[in-house]
């Protein structure tokens, strides 16, 4: 079936530094992907998206790139903040309008 | 100037009662959508709705009834609640198919 999956389910990270959050997924048929941010006791909060006919899209502090080749998702976040701890979750979309969301991956901030 | 609200925010419950969670969003969205949240975060689609049309329905038990009155709205009714029922439950909304997904801030739903 299908499913999307992170490599680690857990990244610490100090202050200042830069995050890359990993994910894959197995659809290739999927050809719209969403990076949220969910923190504790809220619901998701979008952050990026990208589609498949790119491979690199930036916003405020973080970049989502896409490597299709091996159906790869990632979310950089630069200058890391305590803010930015949360749980990530990676989404793929293809034309079911379905979002099949990955495991999650906590981030950690510590000063 | 909430964009997706839910009601209630926390519902604690008996196993067997029949119980509602409502949703309301003011974007002017036309698709909205019912997710479950587990205990290990792992978020799934339930519903979702185009115009207060069905559009997806995973394998969601028939105790699950999501209604539509009108497109800023999509409630979801629970029959016979079970303890595996206690969840997360996140309404969301999208401007249309293959766009971002906007999400309430969820409803804790314990069943003992």
């Known amino acids: 079936g299908e499913s999307v999956g992170l490599h680690l389910p857990t990244l610490s990270v100090q202050e200042g530094d830069n995050s890359i959050i990993n994910c894959a997924y197995s659809?290739?048929?999927?050809?719209?992907f969403i990076w949220y941010k969910q923190e504790s006791g809220k619901g998701p909060q979008f952050i990026i998206d990208?589609?498949?006919?790119?491979d690199k899209r930036q916003g405020q502090r973080v970049t989502v790139l896409l490597n299709k080749t091996v159906k790869h998702l990632s979310l950089q976040i630069a200058a890391t903040q305590p803010g930015d701890s949360a749980v990530y979750f990676c989404?793929?979309?293809?034309?079911?309008?379905?979002?099949?969301f990955g495991t999650g991956t906590r981030l950690q901030v510590f000063p | 100037d909430t964009a997706v609200s839910q009601t209630p925010k926390y519902l604690v419950t008996q196993m067997g009662n029949d119980k509602s969670i409502k949703c309301e969003q003011n974007?002017?969205?036309?698709?909205m959508y019912w997710y479950k949240q587990d205990s290990k975060k792992f978020l799934k689609i339930m519903f979702s709705?185009?115009?207060?049309?069905?559009?997806i329905n995973e394998t969601v038990p028939n105790r699950f009834s999501p209604k539509s009155p009108d497109k800023a709205h999509l409630n979801l009714h629970i029959n016979s609640l079970e303890l595996g029922d206690s969840a997360v439950y996140f309404c969301?909304?999208?401007?249309?198919?293959?766009?971002?997904?906007?999400f309430g801030p969820g409803t804790r739903l314990t069943v003992t």
């Open positions: 969301a909304s999208s401007p249309g198919q293959g766009r971002e997904q906007y």
């Open positions: 659809n290739s048929a999927s050809d719209y």
């Open positions: 990208i589609r498949s006919n790119m």
């Open positions: 989404a793929e979309c293809s034309n079911t309008d379905k979002l099949i």
């Open positions: 974007l002017g969205h036309d698709t």
């Open positions: 709705y185009n115009n207060k049309e069905l559009i």
